[in-house]
């Protein structure tokens, strides 16, 4: 047997046959070090966008083979973009950014909402006229005639929503927010009210996509749920992660294959709608914010640092095992220095041996102000600063967890 399987070996290289490659993702150069957070497509002429920090905006025309930085105007971190109608493009992000452009992208027209403070984290709608703008400390905000002039709506909740989704096709008066805890707001009238839905989870929402027949979001420690009702009501799904995932999408060739990423470069996949989920092979470790599901093959991620990984071949065979992010167990705060301070301060940490970390910080309500840290880490000394502008003096925690494992530290702000 081993003498005929070296005989076909032989015969396939004296032939010059090619063996298939091994399907997989690979990084695509972005140009830039900024991070990256949303895609868009503007069909007109099959134009992707990604939407990044510091105003960044790159366009590709080849499918995510290429990409190349646009002008957007705007030096403000830009988490958002939405595609109302063919021919209208917006963008949404810090400092109450609101950019459309009505010509592909070609010329951005600036907007405001009401708060120019806000940081907004999401833009969407499934109507043509309307959009809803959505951010951090409840901020919500709702436009009726193409973003020209938008008011602001009571949301009820001071917990920064990080996601948003119409999920009633064919009508603008359905929408779902949600955020951080496991807030999930939902209005049938347009946004005049907005009511709480029970998720049971708390765990961070930072995502919602389609799939077949139902809705989904994803959030902290890999987090999945399914809604088959508008989201009224959500089922938690298995998830063969444990790390943040940060986003999901379905391909528009067919919805039941679907996929998401999130922190450390993970990338989960489905082929059944999302029923059951199996890891893929990541080229990176960085976090993955924003994934588009071009065709059953063809997938596209994005995220920290520039990154930008692409599949053509659907990303290889998944991977059936378990979360293999080893546990930072013995994690030891150093010190936060200076501490009392104003307004920035460095927190110091060590890790025993690699695993996936998150460094988060609490006002004395419990509520997150900060997310300083999301991802795998290398063992040994870490220092991260901490920079509190725009916080009130007063007590915060600073709490560094890890599975299996969490510290917490107090910290004094003094303006």
């Not at 600036?110 to 969407?124: E, I, K, Q, Y």
Request: hydrophobic share 40%.
């Amino acid at each position: 047997m081993r003498i005929l399987i070296l005989l076909i070996v032989a015969a396939i290289a004296i032939c010059g046959i090619n063996l298939p490659a091994a399907a997989d993702w690979e990084i695509i150069p972005s140009g830039t070090t900024a991070d990256l957070n949303d895609f868009g497509y503007v069909a007109f002429n099959a134009t992707y966008w990604i939407a990044g920090d510091g105003g960044t905006l790159l366009a590709s025309s080849d499918n995510g083979e290429s990409w190349a930085g646009q002008a957007s105007g705007t030096s403000a971190d830009l988490r958002s973009t939405h595609i109302p109608a063919s021919s209208q493009f917006w963008l949404a992000g810090s400092d109450g950014t609101v950019l459309i452009s009505i010509d592909n992208g070609m010329n951005w027209i600036t907007r405001s909402v009401p708060d120019g403070t806000a940081n907004l984290r999401t833009l969407f709608s499934r109507g043509s006229g309307v959009g809803y703008a959505v951010g951090d400390q409840g901020k919500i905000f709702y436009s009726a005639n193409m973003a020209v002039d938008w008011e602001t709506q009571s949301s009820g909740t001071s917990a920064n929503l990080l996601a948003g989704i119409g999920p009633t096709s064919g009508t603008s008066n359905v929408a779902l927010v949600a955020g951080e805890g496991g807030v999930m707001l939902k209005t049938i009238d347009a946004g005049a009210n907005w009511y709480p839905i029970d998720t049971g989870t708390t765990a961070d929402i930072l995502g919602f996509g389609f799939g077949p027949g139902a809705l989904y979001a994803v959030g902290g420690g890999g987090m999945i749920l399914r809604s088959t009702d508008s989201g009224e009501n959500w089922t938690a799904m298995p998830s063969p992660v444990s790390t943040a995932l940060h986003a999901i999408n379905a391909s528009g060739q067919n919805s039941n294959y679907m996929v998401a990423c999130g922190a450390g470069g993970r990338l989960i996949k489905s082929t059944d709608g999302g029923l059951t989920w199996n890891q893929q092979h990541s080229p990176t470790t960085a976090g993955l914010h924003a994934i588009r599901a071009l065709t059953n093959n063809l997938y596209l991620a994005c995220g920290a640092d520039g990154i930008i990984i692409r599949t053509t071949d659907g990303g290889g065979m998944v991977v059936g095992v378990e979360d293999d992010l080893p546990a930072a167990e013995g994690l030891t705060f150093l010190s936060i220095q200076p501490n009392p301070f104003n307004p920035q301060t460095v927190i110091r940490f060590e890790l025993p041996r690699p695993g996936a970390v998150r460094l988060d910080v609490f006002d004395v309500a419990g509520r997150r102000v900060a997310l300083l840290a999301d991802g795998i880490l290398a063992a040994g000394d870490h220092r991260v600063t901490f920079v509190a502008d725009g916080l009130a003096s007063g007590v915060y925690t600073c709490r560094l967890s890890a599975p299996g494992s969490t510290v917490s530290e107090t910290m004094l702000l003094l303006k």
